[in-house]
């Protein structure tokens, strides 16, 4: 099978590149513009693969697509090229809009016109799977889990963007019959995340002894999935999956970020403990992102119940290999601390957005 995964020099991307290559004997391009969060470092454990090969691109580029889909012949789109990251969002959401969109909207026109040139047998067996989120699902209270069924409520531009490009892909297969498969997924944390989301930040920060930035009080509830096992999930989805159908991947491990925060504390205490005092004592709690969901929670029964997935990784031993993996390899993070991002707070609002807010 040939795999054309979009953003697979991101993170997650990155991850499903890693497992087709290291888990099957499929083939795989992966097309990636190669923006702040696209690392080629992070493909360097498969580079030397014959089955691996990259081209650089930006999805909203329609030439360059089209000819991706002629010179490769993919039988699968992996696609999770995307603008991904909240607080990015705030700053500047053209860029959301841009991307995850209308990138998606060039994606599924390469594709239809891709696959309505398909001999009949190639046709039925092409999918084109689109990665998204919980959060276009908006907040949840207490108490419920997000179904496939959970109604769309998303709260920021990012999730915004991410549900309307949700609902082009279902548009593309109810209009024209492209044969499309959406999955949502819960929070994703592991090896080469980019450091500006909650873990790798806190980790790194840990690691330099710097202060550990919790938003509000720390109750923000979100449920951790490991980056391999989402990885996993989703080349069970590209082979066994129903077309037309979505599918939630969760992790089922809930916790409080405040909690998270703590666990690393205590992992670093042990991997590599400070002179004086715990890493608790860098815990630092700053003013709240504006519109923080409380909390995201996913119902996999479904992709559990017809597909045979679980994840793997409890939090515990995944959060443990995470924090392991950052404190092995400092070069692929040192890399990105010293010229792309510093470890700066984003997403503040001006005095400007909060009156026109209130």
């Known amino acids: 099978m040939k795999l054309l995964i979009t953003g697979g020099a991101g993170f997650i991307g990155s991850a499903v590149a890693r497992a087709v290559i290291g888990k099957s004997v499929d083939q795989i ?5 190669l923006t702040y969060a696209g690392n080629l470092a992070s493909l360097r454990p498969i580079a030397a693969s014959p089955r691996f090969s990259f081209l650089q691109a930006d999805i909203c580029d329609a030439v360059a697509v089209a000819r991706a889909f002629e010179d490769f012949q ?6 999770l090229a995307a603008e991904s990251h909240v607080d990015r969002s705030i700053d500047g959401p053209a860029a959301f809009v841009e991307t995850n969109v209308v990138g998606t909207f060039v994606m599924l026109r390469a594709a239809l016109d891709y696959w309505r040139r398909l001999d009949r047998a190639r046709a039925g067996a092409f999918r084109f799977l689109h990665i998204s989120t919980d959060e276009v699902f908006g907040a949840l209270g207490a108490e419920g889990l997000f179904c496939e069924d959970t109604p769309y409520a998303p709260t920021s531009p990012y999730s915004a963007s991410k549900a309307g490009s949700d609902h082009l892909v279902r548009a593309w297969r109810h209009t024209y019959g492209l044969p499309t498969i959406v999955t949502n997924c819960s929070n994703n944390y592991g090896p080469y995340h980019f450091p500006e989301k909650l873990i790798p930040l806190t980790i790194i920060n840990a690691i330099e002894e710097k202060p550990l930035p919790v938003y509000g009080r720390g109750e923000n509830v979100r449920d951790w999935l490991y980056v391999e096992d989402h990885a996993s999930a989703l080349m069970r989805v590209a082979r066994e999956g129903e077309v037309g159908e979505s599918y939630n991947v969760g992790g089922r491990n809930e916790w409080r970020n405040i909690d998270v925060v703590e666990a690393i504390c205590g992992l670093m205490d042990e991997f590599r403990p400070r002179r004086a005092g715990s890493h608790r004592d860098l815990i630092a709690f700053v003013a709240d992102r504006p519109g923080h969901d409380l909390r995201y929670a996913i119902d996999a029964s479904k992709i559990e119940r017809e597909l ?7 939090f515990e ?11 092995d390899n400092s070069a692929w993070w040192q890399a990105i601390r010293s010229g792309t991002y510093r470890g700066e707070r984003l997403g503040v609002l001006t005095e400007q957005d909060e009156e026109a807010v209130a």
């Open 29 to 33: 391009l992966v097309l990636d513009k």
């Open 74 to 79: 993919p039988d699968v789109v992996m696609h």
């Open 308 to 314: 045979g997935w679980r994840p793997a990784e409890r």
């Open 317 to 327: 031993t995944g959060l443990r290999k995470t924090v392991r993996w950052y404190l």
